[in-house]
């Protein structure tokens, strides 16, 4: 059965860019596809059940209208549903005969701008075996638009046991998240948006029963055609309060990796001076206002620079602060007072390996020596029960080996104790939203001596805190809105601590670290 996930074109066309629609003044949904009712029977009966059932009020700002145009595209009824009306124009040489569409398409994508925009791992598929048309470094442009998925399971639900289907693994970065605005929200949908280019990453993988995956990189503009560095690769570190020296690598989805460094805590600085430990206490207050201690020169992979910086670990022994760079595919040492860092991989083979596995939705630790390791948190399914995670992220390991999971699209932040069954939900878990009892797509986790959890609130743009044992967290820094200000975040991402208390973000958005000191004067 044909559906949007699985509605690709494989046939490598070249056609034109299709623009002309920007310039169309904003109707109503009726107007828009008044133009249409001739190629789709009932339209205007199947308008009014989008109209009934969108979503609005919007928190995202969206129109009755426009939140109708994304809804009805979601809309399946048979032959002439309007995806497949509408994607079959999109790929057709006979660019005149889009004008038609240009109303809708004004709506459809004004609609999609004030909607998040996600960079993750996504997944499409066809229920056929094209694995064989795609070659690695192969430069191809998708012309419809394109619905796919977070959750690869979803995209297997269509598939099912079809042994010559194809997968396709996309690395996403202009991804627009269309979940709950749709007929069906279950299925975690995100738009890449019409005309989207990708790299053929590598030949194509061919599985154990027959099917296969082929590995898309979406080219960025800022990028041209050059190739993103893989999410397969990504590193992310962060501390953990423990006497232990391990290293943890944390996949954040079937292909993303996250490092989690760890070091002995020192109560001496890189000079061998005594350093001041401030130990946090429950209501440690930090300063408002962020100083940028590295990055903050615009996106670039040159050494003053950050390109999208996703997790950090401060090393106080060394003075030194550890930074991950998103789709560039290395970690950079940044030494305190420095203007530029130096790339470096920070690595200790002497511990434990913690690894997060996106895909199945587990956590496992791997000793050395073993081959297989041990489940420690999951394992059991994507779901939101308590011995469940969906797509989990970062990890944070504490001394008693209880682990902290930032549970991404449960919205919580779990932690499973050493040798539990199931997990205890420690911060957020009432869905998606910016109450003081919610989070917005959790990212970095760490928890202090006292076991109040932290946590990088991603599309709130705050820090929050989460006292040990209550139903609400507090804002730490940030909630100021998006923006590129001293005390504003543009989606923060890894947190951590060094050992006189302060707080470091990584700022993703705005490629750089900021630093948040301790109020010394509200604290006393």
Partial sequence: MMNRFGDIDVSFKRLPPVYGYRSEKLVSI?????????????????????KQHRHFPSEHGLTKDQSAAVYIY???WGETTLYRVLNKALRSENRQALKIWFPYLKLFDTALDKLPTVKEVLWRGVPLDVGKNYTKNQLMTWWSINSCSSSANVIKSFLGSDKNSTLFLIEGINGKKISGYTEYENEDEIILRMGTRFRVKCDTLEQSNGSHIVHLVEIDDENNDEPLSSAMNEMHVTPKPSTMNEMHVTPQSSAKTQMHVTSKPSNQGASGQPTRVSPIYTNTKWKQHGITIAGGNGLGNQLNQLHHPFGIYVDDDHQTIY??????????????????????????????LYVSDYMKNEVRRWKQGETEGTIVAGGNGEGNHLNQLHDPTHIFVDEDHSIYVSDFGNQRVMKWMKGAKEGIVIAGGNGNGNSLTQLSSPYGV?????????VADHFNNRIMRWCKGSKEGSIVVGG???????????????????????????DYHNRRIQKFEIDDEINN
Avoid: C
Wanted: no cysteine; glycine share 8%.
């Fill in 446 to 454: 760490t928890v202090d001596h006292s076991g109040n959890v932290y």
């Fill in 74 to 76: 979601t809309m399946e």
């Fill in 30 to 50: 009726e107007k828009a596809l008044q133009p249409i009712e001739p190629q789709i029977d009932e339209l205007p009966y199947y308008i009014k059940i989008a």
């Fill in 323 to 352: 930074i991950t760079n998103r789709w560039i595919h290395r970690v950079v040492e940044w030494k305190y007072g420095a203007k530029n860092g130096q790339i470096v991989v920070a690595m200790d083979n002497n511990g434990d």
């Fill in 480 to 506: 100021n809105g998006q923006g590129e200000q001293s005390n504003q975040f543009n989606h923060p991402t890894g947190i951590s601590f060094d050992v006189e208390g302060s707080l470091y973000v990584a």
